[in-house]
């Protein structure tokens, strides 16, 4: 499985800024996506971002909110901009397996935000 | 109805007990099942990962699919304090690279 790091680890932000998520992985990957970790809830796909073209984003999340770039087939940034408090979660990048039909996920160490 | 239930706990179990985790879905189109484990302060990590009806087995865990029932289980043997963490179902239809994911299981093994 790839290894896959963030940056930050963690970070407190004072409310209307934006913060910058670093995902990189050490093997070169078609797709990577991003999701979003609540205390006590699943995992919530944010976008998918595929190298070269614009990322896809799910219901209830659009491009002006959390702006993703895929520069290349190693890493991917996710920023949350104008952050209020109800932004304060884990920011998770993960990888598909890259083999076959049928793909499973693989993620990082997530980014912890606070809002505050 | 979420596609994907499954009961938060915490589930705390004696050293050396067997564990069973569950979860039940809706989506019959879900024909691959995954289970990850969370440390606290970690990313999930894939722990099982098996193709429709059947059991898979690896070391002291087992994850069982009954897709007529639409429930899926781990189970864990001669569990350890190391086990403590949250566990993930999660589980995609054929052809896409989407999981959806249970809310996941708290689990403390106490010694």
């Known amino acids: 499985s790839a290894v896959i790091s963030q940056k930050p680890s963690r970070d407190i932000c004072q409310r209307g800024t934006s913060l910058t998520i670093q995902c990189q992985v050490d093997?070169?990957?078609?797709?990577m996506f991003w999701y979003r970790q609540q205390p006590g809830q699943s995992l919530t796909l944010i976008a998918t971002?595929?190298?070269?073209?614009?990322?896809?984003?799910e219901s209830g999340f659009v491009i002006d909110k959390f702006p993703i770039s895929r520069p290349n087939l190693t890493f991917s940034t996710l920023t949350v901009s104008n952050m209020s408090p109800e932004d304060s979660s884990i920011y998770l990048c993960?990888?598909?397996?890259?083999?076959?039909?049928?793909?499973?996920?693989?993620f990082g160490p997530g980014t912890r935000l606070l809002v505050l | 109805q979420k596609e994907v239930e499954q009961d938060p706990g915490p589930l705390s179990v004696p050293e050396g007990a067997i564990v069973s985790l569950n979860c039940t879905y809706s989506n019959s189109a879900f024909q691959y099942f995954m289970w990850y484990r969370q440390y606290s302060r970690k990313g999930p990590e894939l722990l099982m990962y098996?193709?429709?009806?059947g059991n898979k087995e690896d070391g002291r865990f087992t994850a069982q699919v009954d897709k007529s029932s639409k429930y899926i289980s781990l189970f864990i043997r001669d569990s350890q304090p190391s086990d403590s963490a949250t566990y993930l179902c999660?589980?995609?239809?054929?052809?896409?690279?989407?999981?959806?994911f249970g809310r996941g299981t708290s689990l403390i093994v106490h010694p």
């Open positions: 999660a589980m995609q239809e054929g052809g896409s690279y989407i999981p959806t």
């Open positions: 093997s070169q990957v078609t797709m």
């Open positions: 993960s990888v598909g397996s890259g083999g076959g039909t049928q793909e499973t996920q693989y």
């Open positions: 098996t193709y429709s009806s």
């Open positions: 971002a595929n190298q070269g073209s614009e990322a896809t984003y």
